[in-house]
């Protein structure tokens, strides 16, 4: 989204006081409701309303009804609010052109009430062009999940708490003066991108002044990670300046070696690509030695108190967040398993009564029932011959031969009742068994064909032919007989008659 400036001379103190509500809001909602903006922002007489209006007419806002009424920050919404407060300190005071577009950030000019030139750069996180920043990047840290607002702003704080110690420590890196949600304000360096030049007058001279910086950083505990020609400028006295460094790692990365050789090999090809200059020597990392732990210090001496608090508090405020949605699913989950515990208790004592009223009266038929199983276990044996005999009688006619196949109608059926002749009986497909009941059923006698002579065929075709002819001409005259009677036309009609008839009258 590009930045246009010009809707801040057109918004009021409440509009800005709403953009905070909805920006507090977001904290815990993607969506912010209409009511929380409200209650928020705290405006008299219905003004939250008309700012949202406003707002949401410039673009500031964006606008979701398909659950409920709820609104979010945009990123020109974002920019205004970053933009307010460094007018508000003093750090710039005019926006000028774009002259620079990257996969994450857009690169503005601006100046003070000086006439300063400085660089205003916007981090952009979430873009088409840069998607997989959650995979690449260690914003999240141990976090699920966070909104590409608060991942901008994460990135800006870190560059310019990397920025500031580089400064500090001597390295060629523009002047860090401010910084704000997810804008850095930073001196202008006088140079052009690397990838724009086309021949150097001494190759060799830059080249080692490249690799040495490599080397300097490592040596500082740090690597640059994007060490290539689009992060490097260079000015007419080929002096380096180096920038873009959020995706900056510690020397005690596990992947240091691998990020290391790569920003070496990325200056190797590209210098020889472009300059047809090969270098025989290059660093590697197994010959870095570090001097000062500036991956360490980033974190205490890098950060300010205040970025350091603010970081915290941004941080802490993330896993408070996650860490009570995670305990209401808790608790739900153990509602959930007393109320079945609970049943699972009731129903194991209702169990264990009846299993005491059910041994009592065992124990009292046990002596019963012995002295009668075994009369009942005698005439089981003699009922079970009988039944036997009975059912191998009784089987015998219920089963029938139909076309080759035995069929059962008995549900008391069993195969080893079958004879060995029923066991012997071809299998019939479908397509036969049809064909052999078409061949057993009674033929009806045939229609003898009449056949016509040619003088009875032309006569039915000319009477065909007839009164195809008279249904068009019905078909016709149906048409034309029709009237396009529109109200117009029955006005005029009716006008007409009404007039005669008025006429005719005297």
Not at 196 to 203: C, S
Not at 412 to 417: I, M
């Amino acid at each position: 989204m590009k930045l246009d400036p010009k809707a801040l001379r057109y918004l009021s103190k409440d509009d800005f006081r709403t953009l905070v509500a909805v920006e507090m809001g977001m904290k815990n909602h993607e969506l912010v409701p209409v009511s929380l903006i409200c209650t928020i922002a705290n405006l008299k007489y219905g003004g939250t309303k008309k700012s949202i209006q406003t707002l949401h007419k410039f673009k500031l806002l964006f606008h979701d009804g398909r659950n409920y009424d709820g609104y979010k920050l945009t990123y020109l919404g974002y920019d205004f609010l970053a933009l307010k407060t460094l007018v508000s300190r003093g750090v710039c005071s005019y926006v000028g052109n774009q002259i620079g577009v990257g996969k994450e950030s857009d690169i503005y000019i601006v100046a003070n009430d000086d006439n300063q030139e400085m660089v205003l750069k916007l981090h952009r996180l979430g873009r088409v062009s840069f998607k997989t920043i959650k995979n690449n990047r260690d914003y999240l840290k141990h976090r699920k999940s966070a909104s590409w607002l608060y991942l901008s702003r994460l990135a800006a704080l870190k560059e310019f708490a990397y920025m500031k110690a580089l400064y500090e420590n001597g390295f060629p890196v523009p002047t860090p003066i401010d910084y704000n949600r997810h804008c850095i304000v930073m001196s202008r360096a006088r140079g052009y991108p690397l990838t724009q030049i086309v021949q150097l007058r001494h190759p060799s001279k830059v080249y080692s002044d490249l690799m040495n910086l490599i080397v300097k950083l490592a040596s500082y505990g740090l690597i640059h990670g994007d060490f290539n020609e689009f992060n490097i400028l260079i000015n007419d006295e080929e002096e380096i300046t180096l920038i873009d460094f959020p995706q900056m790692v510690s020397t005690s990365h596990l992947n240091a070696e691998m990020y290391f050789d790569r920003d070496v090999t990325c200056i190797r090809v590209f210098f020889e690509k472009r300059f047809n200059f090969i270098g025989e020597r290059w660093p590697k990392f197994k010959d870095c030695q570090n001097i000062h732990s500036l991956d360490v210090e980033i974190s205490a001496s890098g950060f300010t108190r205040d970025m350091e608090k603010e970081f915290q508090d941004l941080s802490k405020q993330q896993d408070d967040d996650e860490i009570n949605e995670d305990e209401n699913d808790e608790d739900d989950d153990e509602d959930g398993e007393d109320e079945n515990n609970d049943n699972n208790n009731n129903n194991n004592n209702n169990e264990n009564e009846e299993s005491i009223k059910k041994s009592s009266k065992v124990n009292k038929n046990e002596e019963e029932n012995n002295n009668s199983e075994e009369e009942e276990e005698e005439e089981e044996e003699e009922e079970e011959d009988s039944d036997s005999e009975e059912s191998v009688e009784d089987n015998t006619p219920v089963i029938e031969e139909f076309k080759g196949l035995s069929l059962n109608k008995n549900r008391d059926f069993k195969f080893s009742n079958l004879k060995d002749e029923d066991h012997n009986t071809p299998i019939v497909l479908r397509r036969e068994f049809i064909e052999n009941l078409d061949e057993n059923q009674p033929t009806e006698p045939k229609k003898e064909k009449v056949e016509l002579t040619e003088e009875e065929k032309q006569r039915r075709k000319e009477e065909k032919r007839q009164k195809m002819i008279t249904d068009k001409v019905k078909r016709q005259l149906g048409k034309t007989m029709r009237e396009k009677v529109s109200v117009r036309n029955n006005v005029k009609s009716r006008t007409k008659k009404e007039v005669q008839a008025h006429i005719s009258s005297y």
